[in-house]
């Protein structure tokens, strides 16, 4: 089902609901250059039971790119923010899942009142909140200023990604998948990643290398799992273990091995475990107190 969302700034947000009324809810939140699509495994298997809620960050997917100004990590917590008003009853909680720079996104969001109402408990998969470029390993290189000033280019590139070919979905394999991803995973993200607009993932790229939320994991109170691949390039395992030492109530780092940053589509059994396992412990379990 579609809902009609409308950011602060007259952004209309793509959003869709899935499962049953008056299910345990979940919110996802994909990543740059991805999609409502890219949450597929989890949609799938939790809307038997859950009620789903995916939406296209702004530029992605079906949500229309924003004007000049409109690429921000406060346009990330007010999209968020507008999504939570109009899918979910004043007062209703719900677990929030975030890859890539939709953990980025909760982050920003953390201190917001939708945030604070609605969540219950949030999931941070394959994602950091600052020295994004950095701390990269997309290049082969010793870190320095060299290696963070080229990989800054590369992120940043203006280059059409054009079809999707042999050598576009091996240079996305290396980039952002584990090196024993299966084939059917590897043309999926493929799919969904050069379906994105150039100009939107090159606006969302330099909001990405100045990143910092660092204040907003300190805001994020509410308990947080964190998910990473050993294998990812984008986002290395260093971000999850900082996160997982400062957040105010981590419930736990989980690190899948030989996994790339495409978590959601390289391991989508681990990804959707652990969100079950938070809906149980921190929306079931509340709801059994209440009943009592």
């Known amino acids: 089902m579609k809902v009609n969302v409308t950011s602060a700034d007259g952004t209309p947000v793509h ?15 994909h990543g740059w250059t991805c999609s409502t699509e890219f949450w597929a495994a989890q949609v799938r298997e939790l809307a038997a039971d859950h009620r789903v809620v995916v939406y296209d960050q702004r530029g992605h997917g079906r949500t229309p790119a924003a004007g000049p100004g409109g690429y921000s990590t406060k346009a990330l917590a007010d999209d968020l923010e507008a999504v939570l008003a109009a899918t979910l009853a004043p007062g209703e909680k719900a677990v929030l899942a975030g890859h890539s720079m939709g953990g980025m996104t909760l982050m920003a969001a953390a201190g917001r009142p939708a945030v604070r109402e609605h969540a219950a408990a949030v999931l941070l998969c394959s994602t950091g909140p600052s020295r994004l470029v950095a701390e990269s390993l997309v290049l082969p290189l010793r870190a320095g200023r060299l290696r963070t000033r080229l990989t800054r280019l590369v992120l940043g590139a203006r280059a059409p990604l054009g079809p999707v070919t042999p ?10 998948m584990g090196p024993g ?6 043309a999926e993200c ?12 090159v606006a969302w790229s330099h909001v990405l290398a100045e990143l910092d939320v660092e204040a907003g994991v300190r805001e994020l109170t509410v308990p947080t799992a964190v998910i990473v691949g050993t294998a990812d390039r984008l986002t290395p395992p260093v971000h999850a273990r900082a996160l997982a030492a400062a957040l105010p109530r981590c419930t736990g780092l989980e ?33 059994k107190e209440e009943a009592a």
């Open 15 to 29: 959003t869709e609901v899935h499962g049953p009324e008056g299910a345990p809810a979940v919110v996802l939140s």
């Open 167 to 176: 050598v576009s979905r091996a240079i996305l394999k290396y980039a952002t």
């Open 181 to 186: 991803s299966a084939p059917a995973a590897v």
């Open 190 to 201: 493929a799919r969904i990643v050069h379906a994105c607009p150039r100009a939107v993932r």
């Open 255 to 287: 690190e899948l091995t030989g996994v790339g940053h495409m978590t959601p589509v390289e391991a989508p059994e681990a990804v959707t475990a652990r969100i079950r396992a938070l809906v149980t412990t921190y929306l079931r379990s509340a709801d």
